[in-house]
């Protein structure tokens, strides 16, 4: 009786493990659909990212326009600098996660991302 108690107990284990979208692309060997699926939202992912520095820059902005003097500047210019670096550095690591999982037009949205980050730090110096 036990040994059936022990069977049955298995048996949600190997349902679920059924009914999962990635066993059944290691079942398979179909891994386009998948991969597809993932990266068809690229545009989405660069808009995102765009928007976040956008929202950064504004707040910077917003804080320096309250002071008055050089430090306002000072605080824009070397808190555009600070987030360009560090925003440069963050997408470098996706974007070697991003081609370890296959999305290559995220990748390739990050690639373009960086070049434009480092492009701009080269002009504020």
Known sequence: MLHTLC????????ISLYKSE?????LH?????SVKK???NWLKHLLIRLSLF????LVLFLISALERGAGGAYLMAYGMAYTL???ALLLIIETFVLFSRKCN???SANIFLI???????????
């Open 54 to 57: 956008m929202f950064i820059c």
């Open 22 to 26: 990635a066993f059944a692309v290691l």
């Open 85 to 87: 670096g560090i925003a």
């Open 115 to 125: 070049i434009v980050a480092v492009w701009s730090l080269l002009e504020m110096m």
């Open 105 to 107: 037009y995220k990748a």
């Open 38 to 40: 993932q990266d068809e």
């Open 7 to 14: 069977i049955l107990g298995l048996l949600p284990f190997f």
């Open 29 to 33: 060997g179909d891994t386009t659909a």
